[in-house]
């Protein structure tokens, strides 16, 4: 079994900054890729930031220069520094795992997501 269990959320105002955690329960064996999704109201669920276990990252567009992607290995945990919020950032921000299990394969987990604001 695997939970994924995420905090760091809240409310910020335009120009603040929040960071996001992450971390992987379980009998976990490897964990390949880490990321943070985000889906907006009506919106489709986006990509916003992946770490890969060779350190490489991806970031969309609109957030490139402003979150910062890490991971600590030791602790299954990923994280996401938010800097210079938008009102545009706010969304549910989902974390996402592409783990494997000592007696599984890989498979991709997902977290219950956090709400993030961004409102004067």
């Known amino acids: 079994q695997v939970q994924l269990v995420e905090s760091g959320g809240g409310l910020v105002q335009p120009g603040g900054s929040l960071r996001l955690s992450c971390a992987a329960s379980?009998?976990?064996?490897?964990?390949?890729?880490m990321a943070w999704y985000r889906q907006a109201p009506g919106k489709q669920r986006e990509l916003v930031a992946a770490?890969?276990?060779?350190?490489?990252?991806d970031y969309a567009d609109s957030v490139k220069g402003r979150f910062t992607i890490s991971r600590d290995n030791a602790k299954n945990a990923v994280y996401l520094q938010m800097n210079s919020l938008k009102p545009e950032d706010t969304a549910v921000y989902y974390c996402?795992?592409?783990?494997?299990?000592?007696?599984?394969?890989?498979?991709?987990?997902w977290g219950q997501g956090t709400q993030v604001t961004v409102s004067s």
């Open positions: 996402k795992a592409y783990l494997r299990l000592v007696t599984s394969l890989y498979q991709t987990y």
């Open positions: 379980g009998s976990i064996f490897d964990i390949n890729m």
């Open positions: 770490v890969h276990s060779s350190g490489s990252t």
